[in-house]
């Protein structure tokens, strides 16, 4: 079987290194000596401010809504993983969707300031598999309304935008490191912000509000990541340039080689490079999408609708949005297998049944 991605496992020895350390410290959680590590680590490769590691990249958005006290309307995009939305409505913000740009895929920034009322406290954009989203309109738009922008960075590990760090946009900025994201510690993510107050708030909430073991200062919640976890950050990190480039190498055979006349890509940010860490591709139409994928799953290759469906089309939200371009794009699109061990056959296997269908 052949899956649109394989979680990354790096050298076990290593691995194993880090377990016996956890062992002989006796120390499994609660801001431990290899988290301490991990996050310098990041904050260095990643060229950030403060980076906060958490338990999972959904409680890295509700954090963030958290501590920067959001309330009312939320400004996001409907092209997304169904947390960018469901983080918002457990922190009881209403989400409200900005359709999207057919090219980038990123939520349409003339289609903001349309959708803000008295009640908008707050844009979420999401840079749609690593894409980075026209920063500079946002924070315009942010300035001239007071509102905050939290970029769901989800995708966006490493991603670099005119030359420095994409995760420096914004209030705050979160990453997930699920098993099956470009860079992983099993579960975890990450919130990312240049606000020193800021960062010292995230810190209470994410670990009860307790400031010392006689005093809690505030509410909190508990969204720790533990020492395994972030064992398996470390080891994974010191493996990212091979995964990054073996990744690269398969997306250029698939830009090479498939058919454009029946597909079409996702329109880069000028000012960055692609990270690599979904292969996307568009059908003309949701049946051709539909019959490649059915000839797919017959040779045992399983790609994803990522992302499907849109998410103004979420029964429980009951949202009055119709957002035609996500819809149109949510029907159509696929993302191909691309992950380090996916052999040159395999991947040709791919490519030759695409052309086939
Ligand atoms: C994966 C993902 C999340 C959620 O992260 P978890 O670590 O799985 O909680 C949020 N937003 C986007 C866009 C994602 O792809």
């Known amino acids: 079987m052949i899956p649109v991605t394989k979680s990354y496992l790096p050298n076990k020895t290593k691995y194993k290194a880090y377990i016996d350390r956890i062992y002989d410290s006796g120390w499994l959680t609660n801001n431990g000596s290899l988290l301490k590590e991990l996050e310098q680590r990041l904050k260095e490769y990643l060229g ?103 970029y769901d960075a989800a995708h966006a590990f490493g991603t670099e935008y005119k030359g420095q760090s994409v995760l420096n946009y914004g209030d705050i900025s979160t990453l997930s490191f ?49 020492e395994f976890e972030a064992a398996m950050g470390l080891c994974v990190l010191d493996e990212i340039d091979l995964v990054k480039s073996e990744r690269a190498k398969i997306w250029q055979k698939y830009l090479s080689e498939l058919p454009y006349d ?55 939200l009951k949202s009055d949005r119709i957002c035609v371009i996500s819809r149109s794009i949510a029907s159509r699109i696929l993302c191909l297998p691309i992950y380090p061990g996916l052999s040159a056959e395999n991947r040709n296997k791919i490519i030759n049944i695409i052309e086939a269908s």
């Not at 409907?78 to 990123?106: H, M, R």
């Not at 994201?181 to 960062?199: Q, Y």
């Not at 990270?275 to 797919?296: C, G």
């Not at 799953?297 to 994803?304: A, D, L, T």
């Open 48 to 150: 950030v401010k403060h980076i906060i590691l958490v338990a999972n990249g959904s409680l890295a958005l509700q954090l963030a809504y958290k501590s920067l006290e959001l309330k009312g309307e939320v400004i996001t995009t409907p092209f997304s993983f169904a947390a960018t939305t469901s983080t918002l409505v457990w922190e009881g913000l209403k989400p409200i969707f900005a359709d999207i740009d057919p090219n980038s895929f990123n939520i349409d920034t003339n289609l903001i300031e349309k959708n803000i009322t008295p009640e908008t406290s707050a844009i979420v954009p999401v840079h749609v598999f690593g894409n980075p989203c026209n920063v500079e309109k946002i924070q315009e738009i942010a300035q001239k309304h007071n509102l905050k922008v939290i």
């Open 262 to 316: 029946r597909l079409s890509f996702q329109q880069w940010n000028d000012d960055s490079f692609n990270n690599h860490a979904y292969a996307p591709v568009l059908f003309n139409s949701e049946i051709e999408l539909l019959n490649t994928e059915i000839k797919l799953k017959e040779n045992g290759i399983f790609p994803r609708r990522y992302f499907y469906p849109s998410l103004d089309t979420l029964e429980y």
């Open 178 to 226: 699920h098993a099956t994201k470009l860079f992983h510690t099993i579960e975890g993510g990450a919130v990312i912000t240049n606000n020193d107050e800021l960062a010292q708030k995230i810190r209470l909430l994410m670990n009860f509000g307790i400031v010392s073991p006689v005093k809690v200062n505030s509410l909190g919640t508990n969204a720790k990541m533990n």
